[in-house]
């Protein structure tokens, strides 16, 4: 049992007034308390940028580590504690500008973590910069010309990097998203969550009002087991053509499922005996 | 040639392209001679390529310790004329020449005090197998009759060898081996030694492990109870990795290849926080990926052993070949200042020890400890009694598994050691990039800066008090010349020492803390010291003026890439007497 006063630490959200990070955090919090989710039981991984200050918000056993490493962190502790419900917070900038080449990765092996990506497609932190998930042609303090580059589309990205659960949530819908975070951990490999938020201090065009106007769910009976239907439907965005949803679901073993030595129990459960190594000496002789 | 070899020690050389298997040949010979009661040092040069281009390995077989490469040889095997080229001036006073008869090979360079033994390898290979494959084996064949080896030695392990591959395998290079001892013992009577014949103590005999620096440090890791391993390939280490993956299901650990230092060094840091005995490897050049991995695990307090195999730099430089030149980067790379224990093995044995201890090291302090290697330790084999430890416990030092009233994870000691515990056992914590309090939350203010700081940083003196060794004495307490060096020059050293008269070697093996204290009292004694290393500034040079006030006379550099012969040592130290 987690009670949400379980999870208060001595220390305040220090982000923006109306930052979509709060919306996260508490989604994140409800998800918790629902499911039990304490020190006891969960690890939370966080990159570095505005979303990394969520440790010290959350009293959940928590690694903060550095800028675009979370999700190899979060692999080496998934692999030798897989009891452990392993949650990354990340941002668009950690996550797919420092950190891109480990996200491809942890996709590719299907990691059994869940990802949550703060995506405001800023550099915010660091007050203003273009993002790998920035709008071509945006201006922003490093292009004050417009983004001379195209975005990644992360939902695409993940799924044909082989992430078996890909999802977009809203941050301001904190009941739909707490329902896909719970989602998200149930599934056993790599979820990936794209969480839309505004940056209010930076971001005058995504705004909250903005997304209201823009999103919509993915239809009831939405197949989220096609892959080339995923796919397309990731490739929307536009005018009132924001999809939300789970976008594809797939029941490939995750990575830790394929590990033989800890098929019983996790790897730092199991007692360390190493009596009969010298054996493995003689084949030198 | 006379019947016995001068030297007490034996070198034979096997040349050829790469692919042609001078590796596994030189293995070969080399537990031919241990299998029989002798020591070996085996030396591998070989350029970057998987086919083509030069390899050599050298065999050097003595009744005594052998420690380092010669640079004669008693024996050449050239299995292409290319070996032959380039070693034509490296043949000792009284040496033979193994060859291929049935190839064109010119032979008119080869001085004329040198025994051809040429050996129609590639047909006997042919008649054997129809494969080129086994020119290797049969020249294998004709080396053990030059030097009086033993042929049913010699068959057992081929069937070691290739047991895996068949019956049939093992049958045609067992004729391979066979026909070509016989070819000699039948056709080179006048040139046969008695130089590898067992020796007559082998009646209950354990044979020593022929065992390079890697090898030792996975069984090192295996034995110290590695729990968790990441590691992206980089040569010299790769073989590591080749060694842990191999062994994973047996002993329960477990080792992964990232996608790039960057991933492996973070990998091995949420395992080790997590709980796991966790260990990374790689090279200069991944090293420098790891540089920002190297300070997380010191601000968040987690163990982690570092296995630094250093190869020449800067760049991509030259891949395959040694030097000394990391020294100063692993002491100082990273932003800011953290506690580092840094060791510096000098050979395979020490390597498995150290490997070991840096284990108990890095969880004891909670805090990264790298060991480094050099490219001759990591690929060098060498002879060594059978490795034991049985006074080594795992030490897990202030692990605690226990829920915890009140936990502080980075609690104030006097020793600068907290209590440690791991995520799920219900103790919250925060393991934090930022500067942080005693619960791990970020925390900017002066005070508890200061505190979090001079708390980590006593983690070295503490260890100093506790833990660091003084440098190793070799040759007598006190000399005319005192050599000064690490790493793979220890067996150069040494075995230099054994031709020299008053001098003496001080070895060092740990470089932070660094034993300045130890180190000024055993120099004190000395006259004349002389600085010995693979790189090109002297870098062991600077880290010691940095803690002592040592005066060194003088530095042997060197940076080809290339090991240092015991050869050049005596002849700069006879050059230093010269110019007295």
């Keep these: 049992m987690t009670k949400m006063t379980d999870l208060q ?24 308390v629902q499911e039990g ?41 998934k692999m030798v504690n897989n009891r452990l419900n392993v949650f990354v917070f990340t941002g668009d900038g950690d996550c797919f500008g420092e950190g891109g080449n480990h996200f491809i990765h942890t996709c590719r092996r299907n990691h059994d973590l869940t990802v949550l990506i703060h995506d405001n497609s800023l550099y915010s932190l660091t007050t203003g910069q273009t993002s790998p998930l920035t709008a071509h042609g945006f201006k922003t303090k490093s292009t004050p010309q417009g983004n001379p580059d195209e975005p990644f589309n992360p939902l695409a990205l993940a799924i044909i990097s082989g992430a078996t659960f890909v999802a977009r949530a809203y941050a301001g819908d904190m009941a ?22 505004p940056c209010v201090t930076f971001n005058k065009v995504c705004t909250h009002a903005f997304y209201r106007e823009n999103i919509y769910y993915l239809e009831e009976g939405y197949n989220p087991s ?32 394929n590990i033989s030595q800890i098929k019983e129990k996790p790897l730092i459960e199991i007692p360390v005996d190493r009596a009969t190594a010298g054996e493995l000496f003689k084949k030198y002789t | 040639m006379k019947n016995t070899m001068p030297n007490t020690i034996i070198s034979v050389k096997i040349g050829a392209e790469a692919g042609q298997g001078v590796k596994s040949a030189g293995l070969m010979l080399a537990k031919l001679a241990i299998r029989s009661g002798y020591h070996i040092y085996n030396h591998i040069e070989y350029p970057s390529l998987i086919k083509g281009g030069h390899n050599v390995l050298q065999v050097n077989i003595s009744k005594e310790e052998v420690t380092a490469p010669r640079k004669v040889n008693d024996i050449l095997i050239a299995l292409n004329q290319d070996t032959i ?16 008869s049935e190839a064109k090979i010119d032979t008119s360079k080869v001085p004329s005090t040198v025994a051809l033994i040429g050996v129609p390898l590639s047909k006997i290979a042919k008649e054997a197998g129809n494969s080129d494959l086994l020119i290797n084996t049969v020249a294998l064949g004709a080396v053990t009759a030059v030097l009086g080896g033993n042929l049913i030695i010699l068959n057992g392990l081929i069937s070691e060898e290739f047991g895996s591959k068949g019956d049939e395998v093992v049958k045609v290079n067992v004729t391979a081996a ?24 082998l009646s209950n005999f354990v044979p020593y492990m022929a065992i390079d620096g890697n090898e030792s440090v996975a069984l090192g890791a295996i034995s110290a109870g590695l729990q968790y391993a990441a590691i992206y390939p980089m040569s010299p280490i790769s073989n590591i990795l080749a060694v842990l993956a191999e062994n994973q299901e047996k002993y329960g650990y477990i080792y992964k290849q990232p996608e790039d230092e960057l991933s492996a060094i973070n990998m091995a840091i949420g395992a080790s926080y997590a709980g796991a005995r966790a260990m990374t490897s790689t090279s200069g050049g991944g090293f420098c990926l790891m540089t920002e991995g190297y300070g997380l695990a010191g601000m968040t307090e987690t163990p982690l052993v570092i296995i630094e195999g250093m190869r020449p730099g800067p760049a991509t430089c030259l891949p395959t070949w040694s030097d000394q030149g990391d020294l100063q980067m692993i002491l100082n790379a990273h932003q800011g200042d953290f506690p580092r224990i840094v060791l510096a093995a000098g050979d395979a044995k020490e390597v ?6 840096a284990f108990n090291l890095a969880d004891k302090y909670q805090t990264p400890v790298v060991l480094i290697i050099d490219k001759n330790i ?3 084999a060498q002879s060594f009694p059978l490795y034991e430890y049985p006074e080594y416990k795992i030490d897990r030092g202030k692990l605690n598994m226990q829920k915890i009233e009140g936990y502080k994870r980075y609690a104030s000691d006097p020793e600068g050691i907290s209590q440690r515990t791991i995520p799920g056992v219900g103790n919250f914590f925060i393991a934090n990039s930022d500067e942080h309090d005693e619960e791990g939350y970020s925390n900017e203010e002066s005070d508890n800066r200061n505190r979090m700081m001079e708390k980590r940083m006593t983690k070295l003196k503490t260890c100093k008090e506790q833990d660091m060794e003084k440098p190793q004495l070799f040759g007598p307490e006190s000399a005319e010349i005192t050599i000064v060096s690490w790493g793979s020059n220890k067996g150069t050293i040494t075995q230099a020492l054994k031709s020299l008269e008053n001098v003496n070697y001080v070895h060092i093996n740990w470089m932070s803390p660094f034993p300045a204290e130890a180190l000024t009292e055993m120099l004190s004694k000395s006259k004349y010291i002389l600085n010995v290393e693979c790189n090109y500034t002297g870098q062991m040079e600077r880290l010691i003026r940095e803690n002592t006030k040592i005066n060194i006379n003088e530095s042997f550099l060197k940076y080809d890439g290339r090991q240092i012969y015991p050869e050049e040592i005596i002849d700069k130290v006879n050059n230093i007497r010269s110019k007295k």
């Design chain 2, 85 to 100: 080229n380039k070693h034509v001036t490296e043949f000792a006073g009284e040496a033979g020449l193994i060859y291929d």
């Design chain 1, 176 to 197: 739909k998203l707490t329902e896909i975070i719970v989602e998200a951990n149930k599934h056993k490999g790599l979820s990936v969550i794209d969480i839309l938020q």
């Design chain 1, 37 to 77: 989710w304490d020190s006891s039981n969960t690890a939370i991984i966080a990159g570095i940028g505005c979303h990394g200050h969520i440790v010290n918000f959350v009293k959940i056993n928590s690694f903060e580590g550095l800028h675009g490493r979370a999700l190899p962190v979060a692999t080496g502790i």
């Design chain 1, 9 to 32: 630490t001595p220390h305040s959200p220090n982000w923006c007034p109306g930052c979509g990070d709060l919306n996260i955090w508490s989604s994140f919090k409800n998800a918790a």
């Design chain 2, 352 to 357: 498995f020890e150290l490997t070991m201890k």
């Design chain 1, 226 to 257: 096609d892959k080339q239907k995923a796919l397309e439907r990731a490739s929307e965005f536009g005018e009132k053509k924001i999809p939300l949803g789970i976008f594809y679901k797939s029941d490939r073993p995750s990575y830790e499922e």
């Design chain 2, 378 to 380: 990591c690929e060098n």
């Design chain 2, 178 to 201: 066979e026909n070509g001892f016989k070819f000699v013992t039948e056709n080179y009577k006048q040139h046969l030694k008695n130089s590898l014949s067992p020796l007559e103590s």
